[in-house]
C-alpha cells in the first residue's frame, strides 16, 4: 500500500506547468512513481516511459495483462523523433491536423521506451494530448510518459478523478484532479506502418475526419470480425463492463419495455441505459440512467463511462441499452458500448 495523494488543479489556471501541484507530481514521475492525470480523453495512468520500474508498477496498479503495449505521451515533436525512427509524410499530415489531440499513432520503434512500454512490439505508439494539465505535467516532468488509462483493467474508463480513486487508491503515488475530462472516449489509434494507414481502435477522431486529412483509411478487420485478433493487443479484452449483464437493443424503446415487462415477471432489478430524448419512455424500470443527447452524441460520449459506472451503485441484476448510429464519434460508442455488454445483442 502507498498513501495517494490527491492534487486539485484548475485547467485554466495560468503557467501551470510551474503550479506547485504539478511540480508534486511530476517529483514523484522522476523517483519512478506513477501518478493519474486528465487529459481530453479519460484519465491517465502515468510513469517514466524510459523506466522499466516505473512501467512495471502501470501493470501492476492496473492489473494489466503484459502483452498490452502502452501509448506514450509527449508534449513536443523532439520527444516523438526521439522515441520513433521515422514519421513519413502521412503521419506528418496527422500530427499537423490532430495533434496535440485525441488521436495516438503507431510508429516504428527506436527502442528508447522500455520494452513494456511496447509489449516487445517494433513498434510504439504515441500521443500528444492537449489537455493543458497533461501538457503541463510532461513539460514540468521532462519526459515521454507512458499512460493506459487510469481504470483497473476491465472496468470503464475514468473520466473524473473519483473514478481513478475508487479503482487505485492505495496502489499509486497521487491523483491531479482537474476535473471532468471532455471528450469521454479514449484517443483513435491509427498504425502508420501501413499503406493505407489502419484505424486499430475508434476513438476521439472519427473515420470521417482522418479521410478527409490524408484519404485513404483503413480499418483492422480484427474490430469486427471474431475469427481474427485484433492488431491492437488491447482490444481482445473484455472492457469497461459493468457489474450487472448488459444486453445492447438495436430495436429500441418498444422492444426494451417489452424485455422489462418480461423480467418483472421474474421479479428482477433492470437498468435502462438511454438518452434525454427517450428519458420517460421506461416507466416499469427500476433504474433510468441518461447518456446524453441523442441528437448530440458528443454528450453521449462525454457521459458514457460515468453512467457504466453509476449502475454499479444502482445494485441492478440486468442493464438493456439503447444503441446508436456508427457515425462520427458514434463508431466510438458503440465500440464501448458493445464491449461492455461482452457482444449481447438482442434482436
Ligand atoms: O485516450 C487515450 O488513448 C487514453 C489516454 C490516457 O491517453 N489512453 C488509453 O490507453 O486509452 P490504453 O492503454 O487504455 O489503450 C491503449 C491501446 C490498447 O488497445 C493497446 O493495445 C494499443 O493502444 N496499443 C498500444 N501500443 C500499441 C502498438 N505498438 N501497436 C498496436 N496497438 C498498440
Ligand atoms: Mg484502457
Known amino acids: 500500500m502507498v498513501e495517494t495523494q490527491v492534487w486539485r488543479v484548475d485547467p485554466d489556471a495560468p503557467d501551470l ?32 516511459a524510459k523506466l522499466q520500474d516505473s512501467v512495471r508498477k502501470i501493470y501492476e496498479a492496473k492489473g494489466r495483462p503484459s502483452d498490452n503495449p502502452l501509448i506514450v505521451h509527449v508534449a513536443t515533436l523532439e520527444q516523438v523523433r526521439d522515441i520513433c525512427t521515422e ?60 499512460a493506459p488509462s487510469a481504470n483497473r483493467s476491465g472496468r470503464p474508463s475514468p473520466t473524473r478523478a473519483d473514478h481513478v480513486f475508487h479503482d487505485l487508491d492505495g496502489s499509486i503515488a497521487g491523483i491531479l484532479d482537474g476535473g471532468e475530462t471532455g471528450v469521454g472516449v479514449e484517443s483513435t489509434v491509427v498504425d502508420c506502418t501501413t499503406t493505407p494507414i489502419t484505424i486499430l481502435r475508434p476513438g476521439g477522431i472519427s473515420k470521417e475526419q482522418l479521410i478527409e486529412a490524408v484519404g485513404a483509411v483503413a480499418e483492422d478487420p480484427g474490430l469486427t470480425r471474431s475469427d481474427q485478433a485484433p492488431k491492437a493487443p488491447g482490444m481482445k479484452y473484455k472492457h469497461y463492463a459493468p457489474e450487472a449483464t448488459m444486453y445492447l437493443v438495436p430495436a429500441g424503446k418498444d422492444r426494451i419495455s417489452e424485455l422489462i415487462a418480461f423480467e418483472k415477471n421474474n421479479d428482477r432489478r433492470i437498468g435502462v441505459l438511454t438518452t434525454e430524448e427517450n428519458r420517460d419512455s421506461y416507466p416499469e424500470a427500476d433504474v433510468v440512467l441518461v447518456c446524453g443527447r441523442r441528437s448530440e452524441p458528443e454528450t453521449v460520449a462525454h457521459n458514457l463511462f460515468d453512467v457504466l459506472r453509476h449502475f454499479d451503485q444502482k445494485k441492478v441484476d440486468a442493464i438493456y441499452s439503447e444503441t446508436f448510429s456508427e457515425d462520427g464519434i458514434g463508431k466510438a460508442i458503440m465500440n464501448r458500448l458493445s464491449k461492455a455488454a461482452g457482444g449481447r445483442v438482442i434482436e
Open 17 to 48: 506547468e510551474h503550479a506547485p501541484q504539478i511540480i508534486a507530481a511530476a517529483e514523484k514521475l522522476a523517483q519512478g512513481e506513477i501518478v493519474a492525470f486528465p487529459t481530453e480523453t479519460v484519465y491517465g495512468l502515468g510513469g517514466n
Open 87 to 146: 514519421i513519413h509524410p502521412i503521419a506528418q499530415k496527422l500530427i499537423d491536423t490532430f495533434w496535440p489531440g485525441p488521436l495516438t499513432l503507431v510508429l516504428p520503434s527506436r527502442g528508447e521506451v522500455s520494452n513494456a512500454v511496447t509489449a516487445g512490439l517494433s513498434t510504439v505508439a504515441v500521443r500528444m494530448p492537449s489537455h493543458p494539465v497533461a501538457r503541463a505535467l510532461i513539460l514540468a516532468s521532462n519526459l515521454p510518459i507512458a
